[in-house]
């Protein structure tokens, strides 16, 4: 079967670094995406990775090692708006290749 | 620059009800999407379109019905509605799949309650 794990809250402090992680377990995988939600918005895309490395957008980056099966989110300079919901989401063989995503993982900053 | 509009933004249905959700989008994407997402967890495929009359059937698809006539537009229909479809749902379309083309812009949600 396939699964995506990513823990269900993390706490930072502002301006620091924050790295949230997601491993799975999938056949045929074709990417690893990341998604930004707010409490009552909507999904907002953040980054993809289909090869192995390091993808970076202004302050946030997102790793890729596809041997290991795990990715994960790094947000820098952490500010209040960041506080929000972040998922990963797959796209894979099993799933007829349609994203599969994460339960999410909770950000809470404190200033 | 609409994007994804999704209609209407709250409804509550009685118990065997039924219900259309409305979704179109301006940015002439091939790719649509119905997901729900239940609290404090990801989201759900129901169904999908890869193009106008052509769709297909996601993870959850039992309880509900689409329809793409349009490039623009995917309706999502609720027959006969159950507590369990109490969701939040969310329309999505992207340009195509993997690569550049992963993006999905997503409307802003309906919070549907059965009753």
């Known amino acids: 079967g396939q699964s995506l794990e990513q823990p269900s809250e993390v706490t930072a402090v502002e301006g620091a670094i924050v790295q949230i992680n997601c491993t799975y377990q999938?056949?045929?995988?074709?990417?690893l995406s990341w998604y930004q939600q707010h409490d009552g918005g909507a999904p907002t895309f953040l980054s993809y990775?289909?090869l192995d490395g390091l993808e970076e957008t202004g302050r946030f980056s997102s790793f890729l090692s596809r041997s290991d099966s795990y990715g994960y989110l790094l947000l820098q300079e952490l500010q209040m708006k960041d506080s929000a919901s972040y998922f990963c989401a797959v796209r894979s063989l099993d799933s007829n290749y349609q994203l599969i995503w994460g339960a999410g993982t909770k950000l809470i900053i404190k200033p | 620059n609409a994007g994804v509009t999704q209609t209407p933004k709250f409804r509550i249905l009685k118990i065997g009800q039924s219900m259309t959700l409305q979704c179109t989008q301006d940015m002439n994407h091939n790719y649509m999407y119905w997901y729900r997402q239940d609290p404090g967890m990801g989201l759900k495929l129901i169904y999908y379109s890869v193009g106008a009359g052509i769709t297909d059937k996601g993870e959850v698809p039992n309880g509900y019905n689409v329809s793409r006539s349009t490039t623009e537009d995917f309706p999502l229909r609720l027959e006969l509605a159950a507590p369990s479809q109490t969701s939040v749902y969310f329309c999505?379309?992207?340009?195509?799949?993997?690569?550049?083309?992963?993006?999905?812009?997503f409307g802003s949600g309906t919070q549907l309650s059965v009753l």
């Open positions: 999505a379309s992207s340009h195509g799949q993997g690569g550049t083309n992963e993006k999905l812009f």
């Open positions: 999938t056949s045929g995988f074709y990417g």
């Open positions: 990775n289909g």
